[in-house]
């Protein structure tokens, strides 16, 4: 899952702003500006090989702007900075100082490599945090040292806002769950949450990491990045592909060859996709923001179609159904009893009132909204009129009939709040894009990959089973070595 910022906060400037104002942070304009992060020191960590520690190195990057922070103060033996300005810096963290309870504030200072910075935190937010004991957070502690943590969550939270964090990198249980406007300018990310979204921070700069420390960096360019992606989401595409491979060399004629290459194209361009919608949904939301959105959310659904359609193909001929191949589509009732009479093990996959087959449902009833009046964006705002996000209507493309077995297949998989779905006046149904693309692509990956695996590419002429059974990754080149691989399925938070 990609993380939304709370976009509700961001505003809109100029693209070269002036001193004190900012660009949002995915402004259409290139480059982007500087991702703003502060984090607890506790969780700054070496980089090493896992997902904590992937994050740890790609925050030292030079388009991030990185501050530590602890309500206690950094370590003493952290050297100071001599300055004339009155207050204690340290480089690369933010200060808290003193409190000044006459005018409801407390100093704050910080400092990076271009500079040293002072403000304050303004306000009572700290008490109003401290009395809210409903909040279930710290259960496990007494009322007192409940209400102290509180506090010092609530401290924190208006630091990384006073300073203008984008994000702040946190687990603190209080700022994870309360529903008040704390810290209203910042998002609060775990680690594991964090790496998905810095992730796409720096693709959208351009810069795809595998790996990267204090002094060194393992890179791909944009198209090995998601098709290694690609490859790691579909483990049984190895052996699949293998036999689309051989097959078409025996018959001299490319034909499934490129059928089967087409399905894992189009889940690399779903990929694609996908980061084009959340940055889309990252900016501050307008028309044409909104246009952005949609135009890779229907693309995204035709291109998933289109993978599922390829394997299909593949099925038609491994099974040799006869007939026209046109006429294959896991969709399909027709042609899913030929293929359950041939192959049980196949229609046993995608039976009826099966999670296959509510994932085939709800992507064709979506993907099927490009033929009909389409899905439409719906801008939600705040009660200050600010335009805060981009819903669909999926009411305006999918039939009340259709709408029936949609809703059936979304309980099926967790059900509407789940799948980001609200049901508003008249009937009609609304549903975060983002959201719905997020809930869709994990099961729909998975039955792809599944009917890959149960598919008996080894019936094709010219396949022999024991070649393509030792197509594997940890036999193919370096570029889709396993840590290759873990490190993209880490970033794109599958």
């Known amino acids: 899952m990609i993380a939304r910022l709370r976009i509700g906060t961001q505003r809109k400037t100029p693209r070269f702003a002036g001193p004190g104002e900012r660009r949002a942070l995915f402004d259409s304009g290139q480059p982007l500006r500087q991702l703003r992060v502060m984090i607890d020191a506790e969780l700054c960590i070496e980089p090493e090989w896992s997902p904590h520690g992937l994050l740890s190195g790609f925050l030292l990057h030079e ?36 409190k000044h309870p006459e005018y409801m504030m407390q100093e ?51 630091a990384a806002d006073s300073i203008g964090a984008d994000i702040f990198i946190t687990r603190r249980e209080y700022l994870h769950s309360c529903t008040w406007s704390l810290g209203s300018g910042v998002t609060f990310l775990a680690p594991e949450e964090a790496l998905p979204f810095v992730s796409i921070y720096l693709r959208a700069q351009g810069q795809f990491l595998i790996w990267k420390s204090r002094r060194s960096s393992a890179t791909l360019n944009r198209g090995l990045f998601y098709w290694v992606g690609t490859r790691d989401l579909l483990p049984a595409a190895w052996r699949w592909f293998a036999a689309c491979v051989q097959h078409s060399r025996g018959v001299n004629n490319d034909h499934v060859l490129y059928t089967g290459q087409a399905a894992l194209q189009r889940i690399d361009r779903v990929l694609e996709l996908r980061d084009a919608l959340h940055l889309a949904l990252n900016r501050p939301q307008d028309n044409d923001v909104a246009d952005d959105a949609l135009v890779a959310f229907d693309s995204a659904l035709v291109f998933l179609m ?129 959201v719905l693309l997020e809930r869709l692509l994990p099961p729909a990956i998975e039955l792809l990959n599944e ?35 873990q490190s993209i399925r880490w970033q794109l938070g599958f």
């Open 108 to 158: 704050l200072f910080w400092a990076d490599e271009s500079g040293e910075s002072d403000g304050g935190i303004s306000g009572n937010v700290g008490d109003l945090a401290k009395d809210d004991a409903e909040n279930s957070s710290y259960s496990g502690l007494g009322p007192a040292d409940a209400a102290s943590k509180r506090y010092n969550d609530a401290v924190a939270a208006e």
């Open 451 to 485: 009917l890959m695996r149960v598919t008996p590419v080894e019936n094709l002429e010219f396949v022999t089973a024991g070649a393509i059974a030792v197509a594997t990754p940890e036999n193919a080149a370096q570029t889709f070595s396993e840590k290759n691989r």
């Open 306 to 434: 289109g993978a599922f359609d390829a394997t299909a193909r593949v099925a038609h001929y491994a099974l040799s159904l006869g007939g026209r191949s046109h006429d294959a589509g896991w969709q399909r009732a027709g042609w899913r009893r030929r293929v359950a009479k041939e192959s049980p093990e196949i229609g046993a996959v995608v039976a009826d009132g099966t999670p296959g087959s509510a994932v085939l449902n709800i992507l064709t009833k979506l993907r099927n909204t490009v033929h009909s009046a389409g899905l439409t964006p719906v801008g939600i705002t705040t009660a200050m009129n600010h335009r805060e996000r981009t819903m669909i209507n999926l009411s305006s493309g999918v039939s009340s009939e259709d709408m029936v077995g949609f809703l059936a297949s979304i309980d099926v998989l967790g059900g509407c709040e789940s799948w980001g779905l609200e049901l508003r006046p008249h009937g009609r149904y609304l549903a975060d894009p983002g």
């Open 63 to 98: 388009h991030i702007e990185l501050y530590r922070f602890s309500n206690d103060g950094p370590p003493a033996s952290l050297p100071r900075i001599d300055t004339e300005m009155p207050g204690e810096f340290v480089r690369g963290w933010v200060i808290l100082g003193q």
